[in-house]
């Protein structure tokens, strides 16, 4: 079993920046490949980035690629999301997943997630 706690969210204004963590606990979270997705109300979730296992590979939605930045912490169990130049269309709740392990031109679906965080609300402000 694994858990997960994300934190960072807010609200910041468009051109900002704010760094999520996922707080993992869990004897195997080292063997998963991590993810942040993200959801607004009445649309469905969305990939964001994604991670692998020892932290070399990562990929990026196309929305996001080079403003934000996935990366993880596997001695503290700890995984990160840089998000630089906010955008408002980048409102959302946030979420941080448990995934396989990621490659080249693959976007996990939610059915593949393992786990779930509850999720991290970041408002950018226009």
């Known amino acids: 079993q694994v858990q997960l706690v994300e934190s960072g969210g807010g609200l910041v204004q468009a051109g900002g920046s704010l760094r999520l963590s996922c707080a993992a606990s869990?004897?195997?979270?080292?063997?998963?490949?991590m993810g942040w997705f993200r959801q607004v109300p009445e649309k469905e979730r969305e990939f964001v980035a994604h991670?692998?296992?020892?932290?070399?590979?990562?990929y990026y939605a196309d929305s996001v690629k080079g403003r934000f930045t996935i990366s993880r912490d596997n001695a503290k169990n700890t995984l990160f999301l840089q998000m630089n130049d906010l955008k408002s269309e980048d409102t959302a709740v946030y979420y941080c997943?448990?995934?396989?392990?990621?490659?080249?031109?693959?976007?996990?679906?939610?059915?593949?997630?393992?786990?779930w965080g509850q999720g991290t609300q970041v408002t950018v402000s226009s």
């Open positions: 991670i692998g296992r020892s932290g070399i590979r990562t």
């Open positions: 869990g004897r195997t979270v080292y063997s998963y490949g």
């Open positions: 997943a448990a995934t396989p392990e990621p490659y080249s031109g693959y976007v996990p679906s939610k059915a593949e997630v393992h786990y």
